[in-house]
Nanobody
Framework: QVQLVESGGGLVQAGGSLRLSCAAT????????MAWYRQALGKERELVAS???????NYADSVKGRFTISRDNAKNTVYLQMNGLKSEDTGGYYC???????????WGRGTQVTVSS
């Protein structure tokens, strides 16, 4: 069974940084596209960044140049380095693992990021 556990959220002032981590178990991590989504209060969940097994990254326009997604296949962990945080970055951040061939689309429980202005 796939399990994703996020960590690293918290309260930070605008302009600050946080690094989120997502540890995955029960999945062939090296063959999995990993992604971070976020959901602000009253809004739909949106893609923040994704990273394919071949390290091809994709970012939402709102975070380009500020956030960096990376992965450590030896640790089955994906990271999201967030710099220059803004109040509009506040929300729940969710880790996602996707393998199309095996029809896997798994979610973590999320970690809260709150940016104070």
């Amino acid at each position: 069974q796939v399990q994703l556990v996020e960590s690293g959220g918290g309260l930070v002032q605008a302009g600050g940084s946080l690094r989120l981590s997502c540890a995955a178990t029960g999945i062939s991590f090296g063959f999995t596209t990993m992604a971070w989504y976020r959901q602000a209060l009253g809004k739909e969940r949106e893609l923040v960044a994704s990273l394919t097994p071949r390290e091809s990254a994709n970012y939402a326009d709102s975070v380009k140049g500020r956030f960096t997604i990376s992965r450590d296949n030896a640790k089955n962990t994906v990271y999201l380095q967030m710099n220059g945080l803004k109040s509009e970055d506040t929300g729940g951040y969710y880790c996602n693992a996707k393998q199309s061939l095996l029809s896997i689309n798994a979610w973590g429980r999320g970690t809260q990021v709150t940016v104070s202005s």
